[in-house]
């Protein structure tokens, strides 16, 4: 079967860093990719990483290791706005396999 | 440039009843996907268009689910006769090329009650 975990659940406070791990069982694996939904919102896309290592976007930064089926996602410098659920993906072929998402509170 | 957008945005439906959600793309982009997400889990795939094509309809449960895209511009996917089960939000995504090499655009999803 094809699953993806990740955490259903992390709190941290405003300014600190917070990583969000995503393991992976899928038959067919081009990409990890992650995104981030507020509440009542649209899924936006933040990440993708095809090769292992870590990629940086602003505060954001994504890590993948394909001979561990692992990858996570790193919030550094937290904000309020930050509070949302965020969804690792992996992209196999044609189709996209999500996680149940991992929602994030963000306190002051 | 307008983004995903899909109509409508709440239906509450009774059980048996028909509903049918719309999905218009952003402009230019070939492919089409709808998803599912029942409360707390994963958003889960249900087909892929690529233009007016069925690429990819391995997701969706079963029959009473009907998905069209005449002309490969919007989408329609029906429900008909809805069951309770069938309660979600039902999210759109577009991208110019395959799902492997291009970035999905969500659209802000149809929350379906069936009660």
């Known amino acids: 079967g094809q699953s993806l975990e990740q955490p259903s659940e992390v709190t941290a406070v405003e300014g600190a860093i917070v990583q969000i791990n995503c393991t992976y069982q899928?038959?067919?694996?081009?990409?990890l990719s992650w995104y981030q939904q507020h509440d009542g919102g649209a899924p936006t896309f933040l990440s993708y990483n095809a090769l292992d290592g870590l990629e940086e976007t602003g505060r954001f930064s994504s890590f993948l290791s394909r001979s561990d089926s692992y990858g996570y996602l790193l919030l550094q410098e937290l904000q309020m706005k930050d509070s949302a659920s965020y969804f690792c993906?992996?992209?196999?072929?044609?189709?996209?396999?999500f996680g149940a998402g991992t929602r994030l509170f963000v306190k002051a | 440039e307008a983004g995903v957008t899909q109509f409508p945005s709440h239906s509450v439906i009774e059980k048996g009843q028909t509903v049918t959600l719309r999905c218009d793309p952003i402009s230019g982009h070939d492919n089409l996907y709808w998803y599912r997400r029942v409360m707390g889990k994963e958003i889960k795939f249900l087909l892929h268009?690529?233009?007016?094509?069925?690429?990819?309809e391995s997701g969706m449960p079963n029959n009473r689910f009907l998905a069209e895209r005449t002309g490969g511009t919007y989408s329609t996917l029906k429900v008909q006769p809805a069951e309770l089960e069938d309660s979600g939000v039902y999210f759109c995504a577009s991208s110019r090329a395959g799902a492997s090499t291009d970035t999905q655009y969500f659209g802000p999803g149809t929350r379906l009650t069936v009660l």
């Open positions: 993906a992996v992209i196999g072929g044609f189709k996209t396999i």
């Open positions: 899928t038959s067919g694996f081009y990409g």
């Open positions: 268009f690529v233009k007016e094509s069925k690429q990819d």
